[in-house]
């Protein structure tokens, strides 16, 4: 980490590394979604919901939804990437998962620096984030 | 007032009335033409989000304060999908303006790593407790809340540097300080925090309320920060933006998981909301902030009594 006793007003690397990495997965994750939606919404690939229907399922409870649609929760939507409804869910994953990789990519340089504790926070963020995302912190209704 | 804020004060005026009287036309044109009611829906969340997106930059607020309340007292859309798009705004907004941030050294990675850890936990818990409460518990609670930041909009004052005479043993032993360059006059502020434990502890409750709730938290993590911790303003607001990206990347995924995502609901909020935000930092120059602060909170404080009526009502 940059020296403590001096702190400067230049961003330390790791700060600067992290920031890279959030925009760059921040830019293509939009690409992604944007690109994705208009192949959605031109009809260019068949959706799993008619688009007719949805103002039937977004007005219902989200248990009732996946009931009806017959969809079943957590990282089952990989299995619907050829409807084009899903295929959106690539962009928003990818948004929502690239803090994990921002933070997996400090750890290396907090080690170097042998900043053990922020080391440790951000394993400890990595694993939290990465639980989230597993789909096994399930809610029954 | 000058002729020109004048003018722009009174088309945002009329945008806000227009933003509020769209779902009231959007449901009854989707009553009277079944077959092209699919597409009414978006495009009126898509206006509504970017006069919000306006707004929220101008008001000072965060998009994601305004969008929960707002679209679930006003849109047919069940609560369940409107936390989960909420989510998934606040963290496109995070995202957007955090890369920059970070890099001038504003957001502070080392403040923000430990709060995060605790309030991202959090957000988890708040995020699986709202998906298994009934809806009108839920309704009830986020109607109280946002009553409760209205008055706390109202209330809360705002320090640009505080006085902190001593850093804490806590953010000591952590070597959270650090130093900016101060635009307006050039100068460098260093600065420090305290009452750190205290400050963790109350990112506990905000990221269970962010998670029940899909609210982005910044309206809680700003006065947090500088007020209780004693970061400067301008780091506290940075460094709370920032946060919102890994505080709603946890709760998102918990709804993402349970399937309360509808890509047809999320894209058109979140291009809005990004749109709006755009043209809100170029307003801003000309616009009267006050006033329009005035008008969200009032707008918030109905919402707020909204979302109780129809929790305790159906």
């Not at chain 1, 957590?74 to 803090?99: H, K, M, Q, R, S």
């Not at chain 2, 995060?116 to 809340?145: D, F, K, R």
């Not at chain 2, 990112?203 to 947090?224: D, Q, R, S, T």
Request: hydrophobic letters at 55%; aromatic letters at 10%; one cysteine or more.
């Amino acid at each position: 980490m940059a020296d403590q006793t001096a702190p400067s007003t230049e961003a330390s690397p790791e700060q600067m590394l992290y920031a890279k990495i959030l925009e760059l997965g921040m830019f293509v994750g939009l690409a992604i979604l944007f690109l994705t939606f208009a192949i959605y919404v031109f009809g260019i690939m068949k959706p799993y919901l008619p688009l007719d229907q949805l103002s039937h399922y977004w007005s219902i409870p989200v248990h009732e939804y996946l009931e009806e649609a017959k969809i079943q929760p957590g990282w089952n939507w990989v299995g619907l990437l050829g409807y084009g409804d899903f295929i959106n869910f690539i962009g928003i994953a990818l948004l929502a998962g690239v803090t994990i990789i921002c933070y997996a990519s400090i750890i290396p340089l907090l080690l170097k620096n042998k900043d053990k504790i922020y080391a440790g926070f951000a394993l400890a963020e990595v694993i939290i984030l990465a639980l989230a995302a597993s789909g096994f912190l399930a809610v029954g209704h | 007032m000058s002729r020109g804020k004048f003018g722009l004060t009174f088309f945002l005026s009329l945008a806000l009335v227009f933003a509020a009287a769209c779902p009231v036309w959007a449901q009854e044109t989707a009553s009277a033409g079944q077959d092209a009611a699919w597409w009414i829906w978006p495009l009126v969340l898509f206006i509504v989000t970017f006069i919000m997106g306006v707004l929220a930059v101008l008001g000072g607020v965060g998009g994601g304060v305004l969008f929960v309340p707002i679209i679930s007292g006003f849109f047919p859309f069940h609560l369940d999908f409107v936390r989960g798009t909420g989510l998934l705004v606040a963290l496109s907004g995070a995202l957007a303006a955090g890369p920059g941030l970070l890099k001038m050294n504003l957001a502070s990675l080392r403040l923000a790593i430990p709060v995060a850890l605790i309030a991202s936990t959090c957000a988890i818990a708040g995020a699986m407790i709202g998906l298994a409460l009934p809806t009108n518990v839920v309704q009830i609670a986020l109607g109280g809340t946002i009553i409760g930041i209205c008055a706390l909009m109202l209330t809360a004052k705002k320090s640009e540097v505080p006085d902190v005479p001593q850093a804490d043993r806590l953010s000591s032993a952590l070597k959270i300080y650090g130093v900016y360059t101060e635009g307006s006059t050039g100068q460098e502020v260093n600065w420090k925090i305290h009452r750190t434990p205290l400050g963790l502890g109350l990112f506990i409750i905000i990221g269970v309320m962010a998670g029940m709730f899909g609210l982005g938290a910044g309206w809680a993590n700003v006065p947090v920060l500088n007020l209780v911790m004693g970061a400067p303003l301008k780091i506290s607001v940075a460094t709370s933006k920032f946060l919102l990206s890994i505080t709603d990347t946890s709760a998102a995924w918990v709804y993402l998981n349970q399937g309360c995502v509808i890509p047809l609901m999320v894209v058109p909020s979140l291009v809005g909301i990004m749109l709006g935000s755009f043209v809100g930092v170029r307003v801003l120059r000309v616009a009267k902030p006050t006033f329009i602060r005035w008008m969200v909170i009032a707008i918030l404080a109905f919402a707020g009594l909204k979302a109780l009526h129809k929790g305790l009502f159906g």
